[in-house]
């Protein structure tokens, strides 16, 4: 099997096959080191804009080692589908995948789920394979390497040096025959600084290291999410949903802090209130994106009415906020009293600042929104904004 074919598709489909994570066999219960796999996971990696396809080029040269692998990137940019992808495309694809996560553990719990332990560590304790033990073979996936402490991360470095462990109360020393992938969305450098890291991990770890785009800066793969998102959905749900290209065009001017994981809440929401098989406008342009008035609650921290109590609970919509203007009524700018107001999340906000600091120029509008030129037309379309010269 060809790597660099599996990884770089051309033509209609920029995509590769992830296959489905299943725990290992025999696995006992035991803390909470493992989430349950999103019901929106990606099974396919969408590569169509550049930064993508970068990334892919990448994993060609780092998948086929043994190499450890650093992901770094903000919440939602995929940081699992691509340490999947990078297990299934390495020599120890035939191995387990065992992903730890260590969000809701103290240093002791994440000690025992690593490196397990004898039957002498505790009166009463039987012997419990770790992480690691049972990642032999194939790839062990920390989802978040800076929440180890200090004492942890001295013994993953020992054991990324030698390719030796012990587990806790055993006086045996075992190999490890795991490749490790990290990954991170803190800042490694600031906490190195502050003594919070090991400088000899940090360099350990950067060898091979991914930083995965957000999503605002791969909006060519937005056609193909959304393509994806409504293929899974119909198939879960026995749908046959679609969005046209026009509605999609607020999509472009969103500045997606949660990134993939956000557009696909925003898509399903969009699938919710749809009245028929086919999307021609999304709910945020009628006044009813829950998720800007979220936003505005956290940024703000103060009371926000909530949503009117209805049967349907989920479809109630939010307290809108300001419904799009028809072109000719009223101004582009929002009146000097509403300035507190103005929400930079709010895609027709992003498109008339962009407007406004390129002088009415929709080609330079469009660089500073990374976005193209026809991508602007159909959100200047889309939301009634009448372009003039600023």
């Not at 490790?180 to 060898?207: D, Q, S, W």
């Not at 060519?220 to 899974?232: G, K, N, T, V």
């Amino acid at each position: 099997m060809s790597t660099q074919t599996d990884l770089v598709k051309t033509g209609e489909q920029d995509r590769i096959s992830v296959p489905r994570f299943n725990p290992a066999p025999g696995r006992p219960v035991h803390g909470r080191s493992r989430k349950p796999h999103s019901r929106h996971e990606v099974d396919h990696i969408i590569a169509r804009s550049p930064a993508m396809k970068n990334i892919m080029a990448i994993l060609a040269r780092i998948a086929p080692t043994r190499t450890a692998v650093l992901l770094r990137g903000e919440p939602g940019t995929g940081k699992d589908v691509i340490a999947r992808a990078i297990h299934n495309l390495s020599p120890n694809r035939e191995g387990p995948f065992i992903k730890v996560c260590c969000d809701y553990l103290n240093n002791e719990q994440t000690l025992l789920e690593l490196f397990g332990c004898d039957s002498g560590y505790s009166p009463g304790a039987a012997r419990y394979p770790g992480d690691i033990s049972l990642a032999a073979g194939g790839t062990l996936f920390i989802s978040e390497i800076g929440h180890f402490s200090l004492a942890l991360q001295k013994r993953l470095l020992r054991m990324l040096q030698d390719q030796l462990y012990r587990p806790l109360g055993s006086t045996e020393t075992l190999p490890s025959d795991v490749r490790i992938i990290c990954a991170t969305e803190k800042n490694l450098e600031a906490m190195m600084v502050r003594g919070e890291f090991l400088p000899e991990l940090y360099y350990r770890i950067h060898i091979a290291t991914v930083n995965l785009p957000p999503l605002r800066d791969r909006k060519e793969d937005i056609p193909a999410l959304a393509a994806y998102f409504f293929e899974r959905y119909n198939r879960v749900n026995g749908l046959r949903l679609s969005i046209t290209e026009a509605a999609l065009a607020p999509l472009y001017v969103c500045h997606w802090p949660g990134n993939v994981r956000d557009l696909e809440n925003c898509l399903e929401h969009a699938a919710l209130l749809a009245a028929d098989d086919v999307i021609r406008q999304l709910p945020c342009l009628a006044g009813r994106c829950f998720r800007q008035r979220l936003n505005q609650k956290i940024s703000r921290q103060e009371e926000v009415p909530p949503a009117h109590e209805s049967n349907d609970g989920v479809l109630a919509p939010a307290v809108a906020w300001r419904p799009v203007t028809p072109a000719g009524q009223g101004t582009l700018s929002p009146p000097a009293h509403d300035a507190a107001l103005v929400d930079e999340d709010d895609p027709r906000n992003r498109l008339i600042s962009a407007l406004e600091k390129s002088g009415g120029v929709k080609a330079k509008a469009a660089r500073l929104l990374n976005i193209t030129p026809r991508q602007l037309y159909y959100a200047l379309k889309k939301l009634q904004i009448e372009v003039k010269k600023f």
